[in-house]
């Protein structure tokens, strides 16, 4: 049953496709659209997932009415239903002709519009209706969103982040706690770990400290590789320099050593036994809970899960860990700055194109920062000792609208200033500054997904996450790796291979 309904699916999928290319003109004029479009409707449906907690505003919402009155554009929400899957469900509208206006691509779906001719060039309409968008995301990057494509169009407004968005954490009274200072070298950390484990850092009476934990498939322990000089990105590797040139990081000797060390936390009860099992709630809740001790994030994120810390453990405090040496090995946090795709328009739905610009537009416009920030009066933010605090998501409240993805150091750090209690303020500022020293923007920044056109299964990172599993976990030997590399090479990698070098060279 569950082939069959991939595989309809999919046929649905191609057939929607196929509609789009088919009932569009493959010539844009694009002065034409701009006649034809300025009258249409001004309600635009955009779609995103993984959204937080909340209520998806309707359109009496006075966050959607505060931005139409703004814009001339009513913005309505769009999210997968509750335990659905994201990128079936997008499939499905697709599908089924239930296209939004503008949407965030997720699971590879990007490649498959401009593959068919389903996606709308923007480079033309994006000066003219976006301007705040085109002017402060760099040339750099729309150089990046240039080189995905052989004919050099941009179709789609790419993400930029100028920080690193991720860090190795660790709690500081644990290390306190057990009298140890910060680790140098990977063998220092697994003293700490061992530390962590024996010692009751927690200081609950109980046996029940994870020194160190990641999420199911090996997603979420990045840190783990790091120290390896292994190029990762939530649990799957990446695209860097190796030998001298672009290679994928999961087939090097920097992973099998990685893979060797990991495994060795596993066999000792230093990793936690149910790492390649923990759901992202649960694993949240193990750290929530002061059970883990070192684990790897966002910094921009750890409010609310600080606040959860601090009620079980009042001396609860978060820092930056400085990646420890591994000898023969540079470590690096991987740092991806530019060119993953963030908003498309699907050209299906060009008649509306303008409307979208003009309202993405509104998010970028420094003018309207405040309240992108903060919101409503109420509904997301209230007014303590005349301060505009964050009111924390729940499933009751209604979820903020927002569009912008491109953070700088001065917009992090104002957000920090913005919306973290006085007392967290410097504490993450701290992390950002041992993660920033630790940051490095790999070759394959911007990578984009048509370099695995026919290899679905090397983009999914499949084999690599089974190996990495069994051999972790002990179920297979270490001397499997080598078996790995060369299934991977067999399924295609030498091909994936030849196309990201070209593309690197192409870029650069």
């Known amino acids: 049953m569950y082939l069959n309904k991939r595989w309809l699916s999919g046929i649905l999928l191609l057939l929607s496709f196929i509609c789009i290319v088919g009932c569009s003109s493959t010539e844009t004029d694009n002065t034409q659209t701009t006649n034809d479009t300025e009258e249409e409707s001004k309600h635009v449906r955009v779609f995103k997932s993984h959204l937080s907690k909340g209520v998806l505003p309707g359109s009496d919402d006075p966050h959607v009415q505060y931005v139409l009155e703004e814009t001339g554009v009513e913005y309505e929400l769009m999210t997968p239903p509750a335990g659905s899957d994201a990128t079936e469900y997008i499939n499905m509208l697709f599908a089924s002709e239930d296209y939004p206006d503008i949407f965030r691509p997720i699971g590879g779906m990007e490649r498959t519009l401009i593959q068919q001719g389903a996606a709308l060039p923007l480079e033309d309409l994006l000066p003219e209706y976006a301007p705040n968008v085109w002017n402060s995301i760099p040339e750099e990057a729309w150089d990046v969103v240039r080189s995905a494509t052989p004919d050099g ?18 709690r500081q009274d644990w290390l306190d706690n057990v009298g140890l200072e910060m680790p140098e070298t990977v063998d220092e950390y697994k003293e700490m770990l061992i530390a962590f484990r024996d010692e009751d850092p927690n200081g609950n009476g109980q046996r029940d400290e994870i020194p160190t934990s990641g999420r199911e498939f090996g997603t979420w322990m990045d840190h783990l590789f790091s120290m390896f000089g292994v190029a990762m990105w939530e649990g799957q590797p990446e695209w860097d320099i190796y030998e001298d040139e672009i290679q994928y ?17 596993y066999e000792e009860g230093l990793l936690d036994q149910e790492t390649f099992l923990n759901k992202s709630d649960v694993w949240t809740a193990k750290i929530n809970n002061n059970l883990v001790g070192s684990w790897y994030h966002l910094p921009a994120n750890l409010g609310e899960r600080y606040d959860a810390m601090k009620q079980g453990d009042p001396n609860a405090y978060v820092v930056g860990m400085p990646l420890p040496n591994a000898e023969g090995f540079e470590g690096f946090i991987t740092q991806k700055s530019m060119g993953e795709p963030e908003w498309m328009i699907p050209k299906a739905s060009e008649e509306q194109a303008i409307a979208s610009l003009q309202l993405l537009d509104f998010f970028y416009d420094s003018e309207f920062d405040d309240f992108i920030r903060f919101g409503i009066e109420g509904a ?59 940051a490095r923007r790999i070759a394959g920044d911007g990578l984009p997904s048509t370099v695995y056109e026919g290899y679905p299964d090397i983009q999914s990172h499949k084999l690599f996450q089974e190996y990495l599993t069994k051999i972790v976990i002990g179920e297979w030997p270490l001397e499997r790796f080598d078996e790995f590399v060369d299934r991977w090479y067999q399924s295609g990698g030498e091909q994936v291979t030849a196309n990201v070098q070209e593309w690197y060279e192409r870029l650069n």
């Open 153 to 170: 169009h941009i179709y789609y407004v790419p993400k930029v982040y100028m920080i690193p968005e991720r860090a190795a954490l660790l």
């Open 249 to 265: 990081a999961g087939i090097t000797e920097n992973m099998r050593e990685a893979i060797a060390f990991i495994r060795e936390l």
């Open 380 to 438: 997301q933010h209230e007014v303590i000792d005349g301060e505009k605090v964050l009111i924390p998501a729940t499933d009751e409240t209604p979820i903020a609208l927002g569009m912008r993805n491109l953070t700088t150091q001065e917009d992090m750090d104002l957000r920090i200033e913005q919306t973290f209690p006085d007392e967290q303020q410097q504490m993450v500022k701290d992390i950002f500054e041992v993660s920033t020293d630790d």
